[in-house]
């Protein structure tokens, strides 16, 4: 059942978000290396490659964005059972953060523009 989620989670909210990938990058569990990914890539001509095993550090950039999210919601959390509520928000707080390496946000390379935020909308007379 839960492969049926990821391959709608794919469809639903990569796919038809952002286009087609050119490329997924999965680890290397039996829940990402299976037939209806392979199908989901073969419909869509998408190269699916694997990280390396066992060395998550293969995959730094993704592991730094990692360790700032981890950050941002140890920070919004009083205890650690409600993290899940604030991942939407500490998200939005890594993607509307400008970076050093591009000197621009993450949202901002995505959609053209910046993010307007409830707090900069001034109310209507």
């Avoid at 794919?10 to 050119?22: Q, S």
């Avoid at 995505?110 to 209507?124: A, K, Q, W």
Wanted: glycine residues 4%.
């Amino acid at each position: 059942m839960e492969i049926f989620a990821v391959v709608r989670f794919l469809k639903c909210n990569i796919i038809a978000r952002y286009g087609i990938p050119a490329t997924l990058i999965t680890d290397n569990t039996k829940n990402l290396n299976n037939k209806l990914i392979n199908e989901l890539c073969a419909q869509f001509k998408i190269q699916h490659r694997n990280s390396s095993l066992y060395r998550p550090q293969m995959n730094g950039a993704v592991e730094a964005a990692n360790k700032n999210i981890k950050k941002i919601i140890e920070k919004m959390t009083v205890n650690y059972k409600d993290w899940h509520e604030m991942l939407p928000f500490a998200l939005l707080a890594y993607q509307i953060s400008i970076r050093s390496s591009t000197g621009a946000t993450p949202y901002s390379l995505v959609y053209g523009m910046e993010v307007v935020l409830p707090i900069e909308v001034e109310p209507r007379a």
